[in-house]
């Protein structure tokens, strides 16, 4: 059963700082892994998609990379703006499924 | 925005009642699916369907069951309301064939049930 964890479950750090979100998974056969951003009481906006064929996906200042052999997957912001602020959602699909499985995301706080 | 759209953004039932949440693919998506969102947790997968047809579920009860239309239109309908119901509801959009299969959420209905 696929199982996502994500650490740490919560982070404030000052405005320009970078930073890494870590995310880990017990099933390595996995479809894709998708990277998302929640503002609070809001839906979830996609910010990068990896396939599993792909090594890491870069989208402006995000970077996201994935490790299939040791399950886990980092999503990594340069720059940090206080804008950032967001609860931020790793979530995978397995291969052969239907289902898409998150985590309970990293909530982040970027100080101006 | 994503251009998926769900109706209504927030609902007040009592336990017992039954709802129904509607939601509006992106367009040209045939696939849809559903997810609770507790307060502080994850998206919980409900179930997906695929050109009208249920192709996968999650851990709910029956109680929790879908449609979606031939403009591929999706309703949520839950009955017997409990307590635990209460969450952020999501749907989300994707283009089954595409191989890249992004999935596009929509804002969310909010159900509160007391």
């Known amino acids: 059963k696929q199982e996502v964890t994500q650490i740490p479950a919560a982070l404030s750090v000052p405005e320009g700082e970078n930073l890494v979100l870590n995310c880990s998974f017990t099933d390595s056969a996995i479809y894709n892994l998708q990277w998302f951003r929640q503002d609070p009481g809001k839906g979830l906006t996609s910010l990068l998609l990896i396939q599993s064929s792909q090594r890491e996906q870069t989208s402006g200042r995000l970077n996201a990379s994935l490790d299939k052999s040791s399950g886990r997957s980092t999503l990594y912001i340069a720059a940090s703006q206080p804008g950032d602020s967001a609860t931020y959602l790793c979530a995978v699909r397995n291969t052969g499924g239907f289902k898409t499985i998150f985590g309970a995301g990293t909530r982040l706080f970027v100080k101006a | 925005e994503t251009g998926v759209t769900q109706s209504p953004t927030h609902l007040i039932k009592t336990r017992g009642q039954q709802v129904t949440l509607r939601c509006s693919s992106q367009s040209g998506h045939n696939t849809v699916s559903w997810y609770q969102q507790a307060l502080g947790q994850g998206p919980q997968f409900i179930f997906q369907y695929y050109r009208e047809e249920e192709n996968g579920r999650g851990n709910f009860p029956p109680r929790f069951s879908g449609l979606q239309f031939p403009n591929y239109s999706s309703e949520l309908n839950v009955n017997a309301l409990e307590l635990d119901d209460s969450a952020l509801y999501l749907c989300?959009?994707?283009?089954?064939?595409?191989?890249?299969?992004?999935?596009?959420f929509g804002p969310g209905t909010r159900l509160l049930v007391l």
């Open positions: 989300a959009s994707s283009l089954a064939s595409s191989g890249i299969e992004t999935q596009y």
